[in-house]
């Protein structure tokens, strides 16, 4: 198992600059030409990177700030998937709900070319020497969890098993080998499909769809060391636990016990950033499944307000989650990024120094300055 560059980390987004919506919104347009946003989401990425330079971070990532989901932006990019944009939805209550992207399989799933290489050189030549740049991608589950068996082309995989299992997992073996061979040593992967099954809503709407919520995390994990099985000797793959984060709001809650030994116990990946940030996660019993050798990144540290934890209310929770899983074996950030879309979390652009500070002190005092 490889481990983290630090003992403290984030998830990867970052609140995208005034100058970058702007140019968005131009190219959307017919304004201004793709190259021409591309330059300006260069310049803004050097910005960004910079940030998280001078701020301490040892993990840098472009802040996704190419993207305006985290998700789609990828997946569309896979032969033989087709994505329909997410519309928001304003609810009875005044409030704002992102509709769920319908994403399709619709053709046999083909690494078709690569998708991330151009954006991580770009990264990589920004990023100096002793911090280690990383690629956030979306996890290979969301393309069966949203639709079920009906969101898959039976024509293309008339059955699921293993065919569809087995060309998701080598398109992703070929994505993470292009990134390897342009230098890049850790990605992680985006995944709200197994915090999603802690939720009875999700539990219920997967049985809906044909589903066993009991069966889907141990098929799940089998699934992701299909693509562990691809990675590249010496790669850190980590995976981020999502409960949603659109407009600094959620779409699930529960606690991890439901997919706890499948996610620690069965799934291969180095690291788990796990969502702790307010009760909604339950309690760190379900950490007791870690096995040795494996990292869980505790999420404490809200990125959806912008009010600063305590900080030794942060080292009490760390000593409460060590009380089921080696201090060792434990990490320190935010619960998620601070701007999954493009829309960004409601907080203000300071915020974001405020709270990565504060977890990298804490994390430096609890651990020692590493």
Known sequence: MMQL??????????????????????KARGEITPEQLRTVEDQAITEIVKFQQDVGLKSITDGEFRRTYFHIDFLEQLGGVKTDIPVTIRKPDGTEELAPPVIRVIDKV?????????????????????????????SPTMLHFRGGRAGISKD?????????????????????????????????????????LCDEKMREAARQRGDDPNELPHRYATFINKVVAQKPAGMLLGMHLCRGNFKSTHAAAGNYEPVAEALLKEMDIDAYFMEYDDARSGDFRPLRFLPKGKTVVLGLVTTKFGQLEDKDALKRRIDEAARFAPMEQLALSPQCGFSSTVHGNNIAVEDQRSKLRLVIETAQEVWGDK
């Open 5 to 26: 560059p630090a003992r403290y980390d984030h998830v990867g987004s970052f609140l995208r600059p005034q100058s970058l919506l702007q140019a968005r919104a131009q």
């Open 110 to 138: 083909t690494h078709a070319k690569d998708i991330q290489k151009a954006d991580f050189e770009h990264l990589k030549s920004q990023v100096a020497a002793g911090f280690t740049p990383k690629v956030t991608i979306p």
């Open 156 to 196: 293309a995989y008339p059955e699921l098993d293993p065919a569809f299992y087995d060309d998701v997992a080598k398109a992703y073996g070929d994505e993470l080998r292009s990134l390897f061979e342009a230098g890049c040593r850790y990605v992680q992967m985006d995944d709200t499909n197994l915090a999603y």
